[in-house]
C-alpha cells in the first residue's frame, strides 16, 4: 500500500502536470471559431467566443476555434523544462514525473521525441475535450464524460471546479492577418494570470497560435502551487 506521503507527492505532481498542460491549451483559448455570421476583424471579439465554447460545453466549437498543435509546439520546451525542473526539486511522482523523464531521455533521439510529442498532443487534445464537454472548464460537470483513469483527462476531477474565465484586454499589435492581443484567465481557486496571445486570421476567422508569455504563466503558477 502506498504511503499517504507518497500518494500525496503523486497527486501533487499529477495536479501541477495537468494544470501546467491546462495553461499552455485552456489558456490559449481565445480563438474566433467560424459561424454563419461574418468573422470580425477584431481579434479582441475571439475571447467572447472562445469563453461560448467553454460556458456551452461545446467541444466543437473549441476544436474549430485553437490551433492546439501550433500552440503545443511552440510551449512544449517551454513545458518540458519546466516540469522537468519539477521533477528534479522532487515535486513530482507517479505518472506525471515518468513521462517527463521519458521526454528527458527522448531528447537525444528525434524519432522517439517525435513520438513522444505525438503522444502528448493527443493526450492533451483529449484532456481539452473532456473538460469543455464535460463541463470541468465550466464549473459544472455534466456528467456527459467521465475520463478514463490513467490519461490527463482523469486527472480533471481533481482539478478547480470554478468556472475557467476569458477577460479581454486590448489589441498589442494588429498587422495584416497577425495580432497579439492581451487577456485575463481567472479561476475563483488559482486566481488570475495575465495572458499576451498571438492569433492569425485564417480563412477569415482569428485562431490562436501561441501563448507568448507561456512561461512566465508556469512559473506564476507554479508559485501559487496550483
Request: aromatic share 4%; with cysteine; charged share 20%.
Amino acid at each position: 500500500m502506498s504511503s499517504p506521503r507518497r500518494l500525496s507527492s503523486s497527486m501533487a505532481g499529477a495536479r501541477l502536470f495537468s494544470a501546467g498542460l491546462a495553461l499552455v491549451c485552456l489558456l490559449c483559448l481565445p480563438a474566433l471559431a467560424p459561424t454563419a455570421r461574418a468573422a470580425s476583424s477584431d481579434p479582441l471579439s475571439a475571447v467572447a467566443t472562445a469563453q461560448r465554447g467553454i460556458d456551452e460545453a461545446d467541444s466543437d466549437l473549441f476544436n474549430r476555434a485553437v490551433d492546439v498543435d501550433s500552440v503545443l509546439n511552440k510551449a512544449s520546451t517551454t513545458l518540458n523544462a519546466a516540469l522537468r525542473q519539477q521533477l528534479a526539486e522532487g515535486k513530482m511522482g507517479g505518472g506525471a514525473g515518468a513521462m517527463i523523464m521519458l521526454f528527458t531521455a527522448a531528447e537525444d533521439d528525434p524519432a522517439q521525441a517525435g513520438l513522444l510529442k505525438q503522444f502528448m498532443v493527443s493526450e492533451v487534445k483529449s484532456f481539452v475535450a473532456a473538460g469543455v464537454n464535460g463541463g470541468y472548464f465550466a464549473g459544472k460537470p455534466n456528467g456527459r464524460v467521465k475520463p478514463e483513469r490513467g490519461t490527463l483527462a482523469g486527472t480533471l476531477p481533481k482539478m478547480s471546479k470554478s468556472r475557467k474565465e476569458l477577460v479581454p484586454g486590448k489589441v498589442l499589435s494588429h498587422q495584416d492577418d497577425k495580432a497579439t492581443v492581451s487577456a485575463t484567465f481567472v479561476d475563483a481557486k488559482a486566481g488570475r494570470f495575465p495572458l499576451t496571445l498571438a492569433l492569425e486570421r485564417q480563412d477569415g476567422n482569428w485562431r490562436v497560435t501561441e501563448v507568448v508569455n507561456a512561461a512566465e504563466l508556469l512559473d506564476e503558477a507554479t508559485n501559487r502551487g496550483h
